[in-house]
Nanobody
Framework: QVQLVESGGGSVQAGDSLRLSCAAS????????MGWFRQAPGKEREFVAA?????????YYSASVKGRFTISRDNAKNTLYLQMNNLKPEDTAVYYC????????????????WGQGTQVTVSS
């Protein structure tokens, strides 16, 4: 069973950048497609980005972050990343990484292991 631990969140100003990390335990990290989701107060958890199991493989982004966020992974380090540039106040949320046994997906229901989340707060 894969355990996921996010880090790298914080409080920043609009236009700043942050890089989130998700450390995965277990030997099979390189076999799984991974994703990032976020949940703002009072809102449902929403898809942010996903990446296939291959390093440099297929990536997907929500329309709201495409061009500003980059998902990547280092299978040798069992780590997933989310580089977030030009942050906006509407990016404020708890960010979660998640694993899926399927191919890269934007559907929350396709993911079966979740981290505890890391808070990102963007002020204007």
């Amino acid at each position: 069973q894969v355990q996921l631990v996010e880090s790298g969140g914080g409080s920043v100003q609009a236009g700043d950048s942050l890089r989130l990390s998700c450390a995965a335990s277990g030997r099979d990290f390189s076999r799984y497609s991974m994703g990032w989701f976020r949940q703002a107060p009072g809102k449902e958890r929403e898809f942010v980005a996903a990446i296939s199991w291959i390093v440099g493989g297929t990536t997907y982004y929500s329309a709201s972050v495409k061009g500003r966020f980059t998902i990547s992974r280092d299978n040798a380090k069992n780590t997933l990343y989310l580089q977030m540039n030009n942050l906006k106040p509407e990016d404020t949320a708890v960010y979660y990484c998640a694993k899926t046994d399927r191919g890269p997906s934007s559907k929350l229901a396709d993911f079966n292991s979740w981290g505890q989340g890391t808070q990102v707060t963007v002020s204007s």
